[in-house]
């Protein structure tokens, strides 16, 4: 029932706002965001007690992992709703919510296929927050913006449907196939060369979301030209939940393929983008610029935890 509100709340409080205007949207904008906060906490709290927390079947589902990632984006989500009556349009308040609806969707599914499509919701969400002022150069960095991670994105889907088609191929159960608690049991016995390459597709696609150099492009020109509590929301949460799902591949690709395919490109990227983070920041003159590069070079540390594994370096991460 709490995952069930979690994400009720948000897309409730997104269809009421692009019905509302004035003190009135001001109004559901705020206690939809409270709401959100508070279910996240509940969700966070019911984790804690009960180890794992279901909905819908199964469908739905939250761990530690989880749970982690639903405070982050509750806390986060309600600390930017506090700048946003200063943008407060038409379109600003649902988009916003719908947004934050569509990083707890990605999270909190228990489906590798709605899980792609909940991170494909979070650009066309976004992508009209980022183009907010409706200037030259906001327009220019959401076209970027939605360009490179949709292709990103796409690469994502190629990746998943190998990891699907390798399931399939090998237990033949359809309905099951992508679910990551299926995926986990049946990894050791998936064909180490598909996954691989599932893995190289999952890297760059998400790696996209993530903003993994050199997929970091779109990352810059988004963040300068957003309203501030759309680069808050994705500096603190959205480049996590594209790190988010390259930890859950992880340990599939560990048990089909070995943890040193995926640690080697783990760590490169991480080290890469580190690296041009810290080039870029020097020659940065715009504040927000160089905030995202700080996020590039955040991510990068991220991924080296990752790819170092263990214990602590996940915990790390």
Request: glycine share 8%; charged share 10%.
């Amino acid at each position: 029932m709490t995952l069930l509100a979690l994400l009720a709340i948000p897309l409730a409080g997104a269809l009421l706002l692009a019905q509302s205007r004035g003190r009135l949207a001001t109004a559901v904008h705020a206690l939809t965001a409270a709401l959100t906060l508070a279910a996240s906490v509940a969700v966070a709290l019911a984790v804690h007690r009960e180890g794992v927390v279901t909905a819908l079947g199964g469908f739905l589902r939250a761990d530690a992992l989880s749970a982690w990632m639903v405070a982050l984006i509750g806390l986060v989500g309600a600390l930017a709703a506090t700048e946003a009556p200063r943008y407060a349009s038409g379109r600003f308040y649902p988009l916003f919510h719908l947004f934050v609806f569509t990083m707890l969707l990605a999270v909190t599914t228990d489906d590798v296929g709605l899980m792609w499509v909940a991170v494909e919701g979070t650009t066309l969400a976004s992508v009209f927050l980022v183009n907010f002022e409706g200037t030259r150069a906001s327009l220019e960095a959401a076209y970027k913006y939605l360009l490179i991670c949709s292709v990103g994105i796409a690469i994502a889907f190629l990746g998943t449907v190998l990891v699907y088609f390798a399931d399939i191929q090998l237990f033949g159960d359809e309905v099951d196939a992508l679910r990551w608690t299926t995926l986990l049991r049946v990894a050791p016995r998936l064909p180490p060369r598909v996954i691989e390459l599932a893995f190289v597709f999952l890297v760059v696609g998400y790696g996209t979301k993530a903003g993994l150099a050199p997929m970091h492009t779109w990352l810059p020109d988004a963040h300068s030209e957003a309203p501030a509590p759309v680069s808050a929301l994705m500096s603190g949460v959205l480049l996590s939940v594209g790190v988010y799902a390259l930890l859950r591949f992880k340990p599939v690709v560990d048990l089909a393929a070995g943890p040193a395919f995926a640690r080697r490109i783990l760590l490169a990227l991480g080290l890469a983008s580190m690296a041009v983070a810290a080039l870029f920041l020097w020659t940065s003159q715009n504040f927000k610029r160089m905030l995202a590069y700080s996020s590039v070079e955040h991510i990068g540390i991220a991924c080296l935890g990752l790819g170092f594994g263990g214990a602590w370096g996940v915990t790390g991460a």
